[in-house]
Each structure stands twice: as C-alpha cells, then as structure tokens.
C-alpha cells in the first residue's frame, strides 16, 4: 500500500481464514486458458485440470505445461495425458513461471485488501477476478522471452 511518509495508512485485516486454490494455464502465444478453482492442492485436482486440460486442445495438438516442483505437479500418482508434456522449472525459481505473473496480477488488481464474509465469497471473488482477464491481458502477462523464443511462426 502506498502512503506519505508518516503517515499510517488503514487497511481491512481477518484474522480468519479460508482457502481456494487456482490450478491454471495460459497458452501465452494467444491468451487462451484454462483454469480449475479447488479446495485444495492435491495430485486428484492435479489430474482433473490435465485432464481438462487434454481435452480442451483436442487429441491433435501437444502442449508443453510449464509448472514448479510443487508436490502434486510430481507425483508418482500424476495421470500426464498422451498429449501433454510437463516441462519442470528448476527449483525456487519462480520469476520464470509465467503463471506466477498471473497470481501477483489477481492478487494486486482483484483479491487483495478485502474482507470475504464466507467460502462462498471467496469462491466468487475469484471466478469473477479469473473470468475479468481478457486472452489479451493473458498474454501480455505470460509472453516471455524465453518461451516465446522457439514458437516464432
């Protein structure tokens, strides 16, 4: 939060919490996404959103997921379909990850500095904050050099 100097600035504060989880992706060459809201991070939701995932570039085109090391992205009990490939950072290295451009993005201009009144609340707040991000803004968020590099057409 910015303020001038000496100033103490308010701000809303829970000391009560809820969690949702965001398993997303971002095709950065066209803004074009998918995206599963969760009550948890496990490998179920994990498969369930590669799954979708499969499904939604149809059997024909391969993707390359970029993603971390987080547990359920390891899993010995992960479902990788055919035409999907886990291209896995390095560890602690997150300013390579597109997708954490995303969550600092929701986070700052949707999520941040509220109160929720309950799970259902929150459930809303971030369909409505994920729906709001235009395939343009995706992409502008995700492109880097780095992937971009080799999808030159």
């Known amino acids: 939060m910015w303020a001038d100097r000496g100033s103490r600035p308010t701000a809303v504060k829970q000391t009560e ?7 997303a992706a971002v095709n950065p060459r066209t803004g074009e996404s ?26 024909n085109q391969q ?4 993603l971390d090391q987080a ?39 949707y999520l941040s500095n ?12 971030c369909r409505n904050a994920w729906n709001a991000l235009p395939e343009t803004r995706l992409q502008s968020i995700c492109q880097t050099d780095w992937i971009m590099h080799e999808v030159q057409v």
């Open 17 to 23: 919490y809820d969690w949702l989880y965001l398993f």
């Open 34 to 59: 998918s995206a599963l809201l969760a009550p948890s991070v496990n490998t179920d939701f994990m498969n369930e959103h590669l799954r979708f995932i499969s499904r939604q570039a149809g059997p």
């Open 63 to 66: 993707v390359v997921l970029v």
């Open 71 to 109: 547990g359920w992205h390891v899993a010995k009990a992960l479902r990788v379909p055919e035409n999907v490939t886990l291209l896995h950072l390095p560890p602690y290295s997150p300013e390579l990850n597109p997708i954490e451009r995303i969550w600092a993005y929701l986070k700052s201009h």
């Open 114 to 125: 509220r109160v929720f009144v309950d799970y259902d609340d929150i459930l809303t707040a």
